[in-house]
């Protein structure tokens, strides 16, 4: 079963260009240079996953022409990974509830913010209906594909990246322990966040994410979570090692 990754977003929080800015980055007329909030799709057989549905997700699904979606996977509760949840409606409306994968913790977050989908009593016949599936630090399966937790903090938050066959994602991680990058181990693609070159306490640096990637050695990576202070990115690129490439919105890859 091959997977395909579709990049929906790789920029961070407030996505590139921000609202309002004149940095040189933000005024970019080159495509790559425009980045969503971060999240991917992941497709394999007749099964359709994202991570993460951020404030973007409606124009991700869009853009991504997604028709079915078989649930959301989620790394952590915060508003960039979490703020689209009332645009899982129309699918919800097609196939009915849609299925949550997340950290009791996130769960919990959710069921308080949005509480209007959650609830069970008096609901709004228009609202999302999801099915909850809580996430510990250990494999569970989704479509026949099992599917690993990898254990980090996010400053001092814990969050999960995911390894899913030779396939791993790491985003907004900044702390990982030896045991977890363990599980990390011969991969084909490595996804990984680097904020910035600048110090950042609770991202990656760009010298962190490759320092993480030589230790772990994936045949490709691919950088996301990506800031406007980071640079441009046919500048960043070129600066590369020759397998690390800065991930785009929309880029494709594919494993067999």
């Known amino acids: 079963m091959s997977l395909k990754i579709t990049f929906l977003g790789t920029g961070t929080s407030q996505g590139i260009p921000i609202i309002g800015s004149t940095h040189p980055v933000c005024l970019s ?8 909030r971060v999240s991917v799709l992941l497709e394999w057989d007749n099964f359709t996953y994202v991570i993460d549905c951020g404030p973007d997700f409606r124009q991700q699904m869009l853009r991504a022409n997604v028709s ?14 979490t703020a689209g949840l009332d645009d899982i409606r129309p699918f919800c409306f097609k196939q009915g509830a849609m299925p949550f994968y997340a950290h009791k913790r996130v769960l919990n977050e959710l069921n308080t913010r949005f509480d209007y989908i959650f609830t069970t009593e008096n609901k709004y016949p228009g609202s999302p209906v999801v099915d909850t599936f809580e996430i510990e630090n250990k494999p569970f399966f989704l479509g026949e594909k099992q599917i690993i937790p990898v254990d980090g903090l996010h400053n001092k938050l814990q969050v999960f990246g995911f390894r899913i ?3 791993a ?16 181990k011969k991969l084909d693609v490595l996804v990984i966040n680097a904020l910035r070159e600048t110090f950042s306490p609770a991202h990656f640096t760009l010298n962190e994410a490759l320092d993480v990637i030589a230790k772990l050695k994936p045949k490709k990576a691919y950088l996301t ?5 980071l640079g441009f990115h046919d500048d960043v690129q070129q600066k590369l090692p020759e397998n690390v490439y800065l991930a785009y919105d929309m880029q494709q890859i594919n494993i067999k």
């Open 68 to 81: 079915k979606l078989d649930g959301v996977i989620f790394t952590h509760e915060h508003a960039d990974h």
């Open 165 to 167: 066959d030779n396939f």
């Open 169 to 184: 994602y790491l985003t907004d991680m900044k702390t990982i322990k030896p045991e977890e990058l363990a599980k990390l």
């Open 225 to 229: 979570h990506i800031s406007h202070q």
């Open 29 to 36: 007329s080159n495509l790559k240079d425009k980045r969503l």
